[in-house]
């Protein structure tokens, strides 16, 4: 078969395949990110009936995919939100490092991989993903939730630490020195506080320039434009993802709500292809020797994640039904923690495996936990707290204490 015909045959049954995906999970009412994961395991290398010929489109439009999350997740708030939110949340940020970096650098270190490969696992570990979890909140409607921007400031603290700690890991990677390494760190620095400065103090002009009122005009700007900015942004060893968020950022106003409308569609299309490809990229047979001691790792740090946004969502004085929720949504890993693996694998081979099927686990168990957390976690305390009441009630009765309120009637305002 020729090769544009194969492409083209290969290319479409992908994208139906999607479509027909994404309508049964509707039917179940179940995020399709697990779905589109297994499909690609399924096609990929080692898998029933693997894809050659739309490889490289495929891995275009995965990269294509996590710019127009980003992009989209960034059109969401203005660059002033943005600020407040860093100045806010940095304690936060803090305490996730410290939850999440924390096992996946002792487990590292357990395994014999060197300061290095902890610190490589220790990325891995502690880096949630922004794609995953946009989307996540987008098919559950979470969007306007009083813990949404809470979900955002760790996910944009998060993001941009990414932009001290991959120039650093490659510095180490490479042997570099620590010469080398500053002049790595303070570019990416530089880079990202450019941007902020164009967006807090020019954001209207940049609007302004890029506004159309012709759709067609307007969604080629934007998108070449975002494009553009990811690709410098990771030729500067910044993340191309932040690059977008920060585009998203810096368009505002009736720019940033027709650019929403316009890029929702292929938003949808691309992010689909990028969790496909994912699991084209992963052989299963590598999956089940390392599958004990990622399980083990993931367990973890998906109670990690979830103190994480308890304690976040608390410091914004959010109601526990919203910590909860916080704490479940923030639990999938993937775009960054592959990145982080893939620069890792040549100087540490192992880490490649078990980085993958880490990430399998927690790209599947993210969209569960981010739906069930938050009804699990009240359904125990309202069994904690009646079994606490009991004795009240048979003695004199009292008028309940605050603390016994169940987050149905403690804190419904703030939820």
């Known amino acids: 078969m020729h090769d544009t015909t194969a492409l083209l045959v290969e290319l479409g049954s992908v ?4 479509g027909i995906i994404g309508r049964f999970a509707g039917r179940i009412g179940l995020s399709p990110i697990p779905l589109y994961l297994l499909a690609g395991l399924a096609f990929g290398e080692g898998g029933l009936l693997p894809l050659g010929a739309s490889e490289e489109f495929t891995a275009i439009g995965a990269e294509i995919g996590v710019i127009l999350l980003l992009l989209l ?4 708030y203005s660059a002033s939100e943005l600020v407040t939110s860093l100045k806010t949340q940095y304690p936060s940020g803090a305490v996730d490092f410290v939850l999440n970096a924390t096992p996946g650098a002792a487990a590292g270190l357990m395994l014999g991989w060197g300061p290095v ?4 696992l220790a990325g891995v570990t502690w880096i949630s993903s922004s794609g995953v979890i946009a989307k996540v909140m987008t098919d559950m409607g979470r969007l306007g939730n009083r813990e949404t921007p809470v979900i955002l400031g760790v996910l944009v603290i998060e993001d941009l630490a990414m932009a001290v700690y ?3 890991l490659t510095a180490m990677l490479a042997g570099v020195g620590l010469a080398g390494g500053s002049i790595a760190l303070l570019i990416a620095l530089g880079t990202v506080g450019f941007v902020l400065y164009l967006a807090l103090r020019h954001g209207r002009l940049i609007s302004r320039a890029v506004s159309s009122d012709n759709p067609e005009m307007l969604l080629l700007v934007v998108l070449g434009l975002t494009v553009l900015v990811a690709g410098v942004a990771q030729q500067l060893q910044v993340s191309a993802a932040v690059g977008a968020f920060l585009v998203g950022i810096a368009l505002s106003g009736e720019v940033a709500e027709g650019a929403r409308k316009l890029l929702t ?5 691309f992010a689909a292809v990028f969790f496909v490809f994912f699991g084209l990229s992963t052989d299963p047979a590598e999956i089940p020797p390392v599958l004990l001691p990622a399980a083990l790792l993931a367990i973890v740090t998906v109670f990690t994640k979830i103190g994480t946004g308890w304690y976040a969502s608390r410091r914004a004085g959010i109601g526990p039904r919203g910590r909860w929720r916080a704490g479940g949504t923030l639990v999938a890993r993937g775009e960054f923690s592959i990145v982080i693996a893939g620069l890792a694998v040549a100087t ?10 880490y990430v399998l686990i927690l790209v ?7 739906r069930w957390t938050e009804p699990v976690a009240s359904k125990l305390q309202a069994v904690l707290a009646g079994k606490r009441s009991k004795p009240a009630v048979a003695a004199e009765q009292p008028m309940p204490s605050h603390d016994d309120l169940t987050p ?3 804190g419904r305002d703030s939820d």
């Open 265 to 269: 569609p292929l938003r949808d299309l």
């Open 15 to 18: 994208i139906l395949g999607l």
């Open 408 to 410: 149905e009637h403690a």
């Open 348 to 357: 540490e081979p192992r880490i490649g495996p078990i980085a993958t099927a």
């Open 166 to 168: 991959l120039p650093l």
């Open 73 to 76: 997740l960034g059109l969401e």
């Open 117 to 120: 490969g902890a610190v490589a």
């Open 364 to 370: 599947i168990v993210g969209p569960l936990t981010a």
